[in-house]
């Protein structure tokens, strides 16, 4: 349930949110109160859905992987908006790649963006976060950062479970001084790109039979989470995990 004014007063930036899970976040947030910081790399995509949000939302191109861009857009995001208190770390990508068939241009990419975008997100965000009076970094982990899987996606597999662990770190840093990060974990998501790739394939069965509930989870269920980590209904929570996968972590 969407509660209003939990999160009035806090800007909050969020990478990848043009994405379907991104997107999601982008407007859950804003439904809650945030000013939100629409980050993506297709600029004229993220002024069209900040212009839909209120609060006052922007819309900047932002390369997780460019720490120049993050030191521009953080700078940006205090002078014009006045503070930053949450970060949403949610740009991610994959590669199919196992083990053994992992190219190495296909490692550098996915480590890049969802591995180094997280830490160069939290390294220049943290410190705004901290000056603006404290508040919450939520790291879009995965399932596949904590469990095997498919015995695929190896990179993929490997950033996650980086993310995991970079969070905790991160957090135990952060503690005492405001910042709160913790990683969130979600399950099969239906999303249009998901749906697109998976639809109709013996993996979509595999993902549904899998999870405990019977179904996919939608994009509004991990929004709802990342707002409660972005809260500070979560005040007392750091370095920790939470999962929104229906089950598929419990067996
Ligand atoms: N969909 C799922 O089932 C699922 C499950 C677990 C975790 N996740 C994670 O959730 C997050 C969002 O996934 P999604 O399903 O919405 O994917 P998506 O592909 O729909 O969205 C990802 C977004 O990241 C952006 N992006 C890619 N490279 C970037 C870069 N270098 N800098 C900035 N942005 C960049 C893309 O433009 C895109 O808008 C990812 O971290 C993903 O790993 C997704």
Same mark, same amino acid.
């Given at each position: 349930m969407v509660r209003e004014d939990r999160l009035s007063g806090k800007v909050a930036l969020v990478t990848g949110a043009?994405?379907?899970i991104g997107e999601a976040i982008a407007r859950r947030l804003a439904a809650e109160g945030a000013t939100v910081v629409v980050t993506d790399l297709d600029v004229d995509q993220c002024? *069209?859905?900040a212009g839909e949000l209120p609060g006052g939302a922007l819309g900047?191109?932002?390369d997780v992987t460019d720490e120049t861009a993050w030191e521009t857009v953080v700078a940006q995001v205090t002078d014009r908006l006045g503070s930053l208190s949450v970060l949403v770390n949610n740009a991610g990508i994959a590669a199919m790649g196992t083990v053994e068939t992992e190219t190495r241009e296909t490692w550098d990419r996915v480590i890049g963006v969802t591995q180094t975008?997280?830490?160069l997100g939290m390294k220049h965000g943290g410190p705004a976060i901290e000056h603006s009076g404290g508040g919450s970094i939520v790291n879009i982990a995965s399932i596949f950062g904590t469990v095997g899987g498919f015995g695929a996606q190896f990179s993929y597999h490997?950033? *996650?479970?980086a993310v995991r662990l970079m969070t905790k770190n991160a957090g135990l840093h952060w503690g005492g001084r405001g910042v709160r990060v913790n990683s969130l974990h979600p399950g099969f998501i239906e999303t249009p790109l998901s749906r697109e790739l998976w639809?109709?394939?013996?993996r979509l069965t595999a993902m549904i039979e899998g999870t405990p509930l019977g179904r996919l989870g939608t994009t509004e269920e991990v929004a709802g989470a990342v707002?409660?980590?972005a809260s500070d209904d979560a005040g007392f929570m750091t370095g920790s995990e939470?999962?929104?996968?229906?089950g598929w972590t419990a067996r």
């Open positions: 043009t994405g379907g002024e *069209k859905l900047l191109r932002l975008g997280v830490w490997a950033a *996650k479970g639809q109709g394939t013996p707002a409660f980590l939470l999962y929104v996968d229906g």
